[in-house]
């Protein structure tokens, strides 16, 4: 029994020994432009998912969905977010899908996840993930305004979705220099 028992161990060992010499030697790519593997997604999203569930508090939201709130929420979603995560008129942020794993296109697919976990996220971020940590730049009610605005993207009242719109006008082209 005991010779068996030192097999397990002696196993474990060689293969985490043998997963520490695979990721310091280089030889798992870490490439942007290419999608993670089915192996390292689930692994990675479980990671995720499951840190999230264990830390984020159980809080509840203090911001009323609003008109006036989520046109607030609107503009610190354009400010700080929209780059990433698109608008109503480019769903599919360009930026957004150079990431892997792509990042999520809140027009196209609006988050469903609870606002308290929406709230850790937003605030904290995603280690090794393009997400940052917003709770560095917005105060606690600036990171519940954008998580009432996204937990209504998918039902916006007409002046959020105002002051989602690209303002003013891309600038006009140097004029010719003058013939002399």
Not at 128 to 144: D, H, K, R, V, Y
Request: overall charge neutral.
């Amino acid at each position: 029994m005991r010779g068996f028992l030192y097999g397990i161990v002696f196993t474990i060992v060689v293969l985490l020994a043998g997963g520490f010499f695979y990721l310091k030697k280089g030889y798992m790519n870490t490439q942007a432009d290419i999608p993670p593997g089915a192996i390292e997604r689930k692994l990675a999203m479980g990671a995720v998912d499951a840190s999230t569930e264990r830390h984020a508090p159980e809080a509840k939201n203090p911001i009323a969905a609003t008109e006036q709130n989520l046109a607030e929420g609107a503009r610190l979603y354009l400010n700080h977010c929209a780059g990433c995560h698109g608008i109503p008129s480019n769903r599919e942020s360009q930026f957004g899908k150079s990431f892997n794993p792509p990042v999520p296109q809140f027009f196209s697919d609006a988050p469903d996840m609870p606002e308290n976990e929406n709230f850790y996220i937003t605030k904290h971020g995603i280690r090794f993930s393009g997400m940052p940590a917003w709770g560095t730049t917005l105060n606690e009610t600036q990171i519940w305004m954008l998580v009432t605005f996204l937990s209504n993207v998918d039902k916006l009242p007409p002046s959020a979705l105002k002051e989602l719109e690209p303002t003013g006008t891309a600038p006009a082209a140097p004029a010719a220099p003058a013939a002399r």
